[in-house]
C-alpha cells in the first residue's frame, strides 16, 4: 500500500489548501496535488493545516487518517484574529475568522456547522456577534447564532439569504457594530456585500477584496462580482479613503499583512483599475441598496 499525502478526486480546486500549504500543495490541471512529501514536523504540521480546513475532506494520508491532535483550529494569525479552519461545501468553502474582544468575541462568516467545532470556538471565550460579508456565506449563520446565543448581521441587499437575521444592516454609510468594529457595506460583489474592520487594523474583507499571488496585489475577482462591477468601482470610490487597515482577511484568496500606508495605497491603486473596468459613470439614485 502506498504512504503518504494525497489529493483525492473529491477535490473541487477551491484553493484553501494552497493558502495554507504553498510549496507542499500546488495546482496541477486544474486541481490541488501534492507536490511533496513533508520533511519534518513543521510541514507535517502544515498539512494537517490545510486538511482541516479543505471543504471537501480531500486531503488525506495513505494508510493512516489524520491526526486529531493536529488539527490546528482556531489558528492565530495576529493579535485577537484566528482562523476558524474547517471550511464549509454549502459556502463556496470559504474562510471564516473568530476575532476576540473584551465586551464578546466575534464570529466573521463560519465553518461547516458541528456541535464539536462550536464547543472548541467558544472556549475562546462567549460569541456575542456572527457577522455575514454577504449572502453566500449564510448557510451556517443561524444556527451558529442560536448556538452561542449570538446576533446575526447581515446587510439589507442580501437580506433574502438571512431573513431571520437579528440585526440588518442598511444603506451604504458605515456603522459601529461592536465596541472597534465598522461595517463598510460595499455593495459589488453581491448587493448587500460588507466589509468589517476592527480597530483599523483587520479588515475582513468576504470577497469584495483579496491577495493575488499572481499579480502580488489586492484584487478583486471580477469574473465572480455578481451584483455589478459599476457598483464595486463607485463603493471602492467612495470607500477607499476611509478604509484604513493592516490585514487583509478575505473569504477567499491569500491573506496579507502590510503596513497600513501601503495598504491604503494598494487599495487607491486598485480603485483605479475597477474604475477603468467600468464603462461609464454609475448613477447612485438608481441603485437599489
Do not use: K
Not at 502544515?46 to 480546513?53: E, I, N, V
Not at 475562546?124 to 451556517?140: K, N, Q
Not at 449563520?141 to 431571520?164: K, S, T, V
Amino acid at each position: 500500500m502506498q504512504s503518504g499525502w494525497f489529493v483525492d478526486e473529491r477535490c473541487t480546486n477551491c484553493d484553501v489548501a494552497r493558502q495554507l500549504a504553498p510549496g507542499l500543495i500546488g495546482e496541477v490541471a486544474g486541481r490541488s496535488e501534492v507536490l511533496r512529501q513533508p520533511r519534518d514536523e513543521a510541514e507535517e504540521r502544515t498539512l494537517h493545516a490545510a486538511a482541516y480546513a479543505c471543504p471537501t475532506r480531500s486531503i488525506r494520508r495513505h494508510a493512516r487518517g489524520l491526526d486529531p491532535e493536529l488539527d490546528p483550529y482556531p489558528l492565530p494569525l495576529t493579535e485577537g484574529a484566528y482562523l476558524c479552519g474547517h471550511n464549509s461545501t454549502r459556502t463556496a468553502g470559504a474562510n471564516s475568522y473568530l476575532l476576540r474582544r473584551p465586551g464578546g468575541n466575534l464570529m466573521i462568516d463560519t465553518p461547516r456547522w458541528s456541535e464539536s467545532l462550536a464547543q472548541r470556538y467558544e472556549r475562546f471565550g462567549p460569541v456575542t456577534e456572527v457577522l455575514l460579508t454577504h449572502r453566500d456565506h449564510a448557510a451556517h449563520g443561524r444556527r451558529y447564532a442560536d448556538r452561542f446565543g449570538a446576533r446575526l448581521w447581515i446587510h439589507e441587499g442580501d437580506l433574502e439569504a438571512a431573513p431571520d437575521a437579528d440585526e440588518v444592516l442598511t444603506g451604504i454609510e458605515p456603522i459601529e457594530v461592536a465596541e472597534g468594529v465598522v461595517a463598510h457595506p460595499l455593495p459589488g460583489h453581491t448587493e448587500g456585500s460588507v466589509l468589517y474592520v476592527a480597530d483599523e487594523r483587520s479588515c475582513f474583507s468576504g470577497d469584495s477584496l483579496y491577495w493575488s499571488r499572481t499579480t502580488a496585489d489586492v484584487e478583486i475577482a471580477e469574473s465572480v462580482t455578481w451584483y455589478s462591477v459599476e457598483a464595486l468601482a463607485a463603493s471602492l470610490e467612495r470607500s477607499v479613503d476611509g478604509l484604513r487597515f493592516e490585514w487583509l482577511f478575505p473569504g477567499h484568496g491569500d491573506r496579507r499583512h502590510l503596513p497600513a500606508a501601503e495598504m491604503s495605497r494598494r487599495l487607491r491603486g486598485l480603485t483605479e483599475r475597477v474604475r477603468a473596468m467600468r464603462p461609464q459613470p454609475i448613477d447612485f439614485t438608481a441603485v437599489r441598496w
